[in-house]
């Protein structure tokens, strides 16, 4: 099996992974306040990985230099930006417009790949990402209405997941995986807390009584292990073997996996509407893997040189 197949399924796997865990995040920060549940996430994640890198990739921590270390911090810094501006912007604004304004990262990673990187998407991830869109639009899009500030801190968090996909496609080209991956998510665990401390209650979010009721207790174990540590240490292994625009698409599918979900797990029904969004998500991310027709001018114009010679 070729490298970006695999990589594309990997990523689809934790893309599946933070869908169906979306149910149990909601139902645990009924409890516990967005930061501190991220705070004591990414901190459960990244010593984990600390573990693993000490246990088993010791070798690689010889290959830890300041570059290093700022390149991790800075993946790590877009990808705490991304989930703080969100959870300010769902303050202010609806879920279903968060879901939708969040997911036009899919439109994003091209357009600064282009500007940053001057890595040009092909005809067939162009028309997947615009497929995308529009689903991403029928899916979360329940209402619509005038534009407020919740929905320009949303759009900050497009942003910041953007460039963290972008940078991570960079990055994981030049460092070991976990320890790149290890600086990242305790970049996140650092902010998170600090962020926690200053704008949340901490005293009451991080209570014994609150931390053991069982589903704050359930979405922070398979959270930091499943939907933390190991769905990023996966994105910064594979993406070296795909574009970010790829990756773009294939994690629009997140809100799909999580509609499923709602719809076993919570009761949730879908719309017509959400149903044909869902249908043309995956028709964008199964047309984008459908490889680029090229037209072989080169080769045509030398067979004509060599009947003219």
Do not use: H
């Amino acid at each position: 099996m070729k490298k970006p197949l695999v990589a594309d399924v990997s990523l689809l796997l934790v893309t599946i992974i933070w869908g169906t865990t979306f149910v149990l995040v909601q139902n645990a920060i009924d409890f516990l306040e967005p930061f501190s549940f991220n705070s004591i996430r990414f901190l459960a994640a990244a010593i984990l990985l600390i573990f693993c890198l000490v246990i088993f990739e010791k070798k690689q921590l010889k290959q830890l230099d300041i570059k290093l270390l700022l390149s991790g911090v800075f993946i790590g810094f877009w990808l705490f930006l991304g989930y703080a501006t969100q959870t300010i912007g769902l303050l202010y604004t609806t879920s279903s417009k968060a879901g939708f304004i969040t997911g036009l990262n899919v439109v994003l990673v091209p357009i600064f790949s282009m500007m940053l990187l001057k890595q040009f998407p092909n005809k067939n991830a162009v028309v997947g990402v615009l497929t995308a869109t529009i689903g991403l639009f029928l899916l979360t899009m329940t209402d619509v209405t005038s534009l407020n500030q919740g929905d320009g801190f949303v759009f900050i968090c497009a942003i910041s997941f953007a460039l963290q996909i972008i940078y991570t496609g960079k990055f994981s080209n030049k460092y070991p995986t976990l320890l790149l991956t290890v600086i990242q998510i305790s970049t996140v665990a650092v902010l998170s807390i600090f962020c926690s401390f200053l704008f949340e209650d901490w005293e009451k979010s991080f209570n014994p009584a609150i931390l053991l009721k069982q589903d704050v207790l359930i979405a922070l174990i398979i959270t930091s292990i499943f939907a933390t540590a190991l769905a990023f240490m996966i994105q910064t292994n594979f993406q070296r073997y795909t574009s970010a625009t790829r990756v773009a698409l294939i994690f629009a599918m997140e809100p799909v996996f999580a509609a499923i979900t709602g719809y076993y797990w919570a009761n949730e029904r879908l719309s017509y509407s959400a149903l044909i969004g869902c249908c043309l998500i995956f028709a964008g991310m199964i047309f984008a893997e459908m490889p680029a027709t090229k037209i072989p001018l080169l080769r045509k114009n030398k067979s004509i040189e060599d009947k003219v010679s």
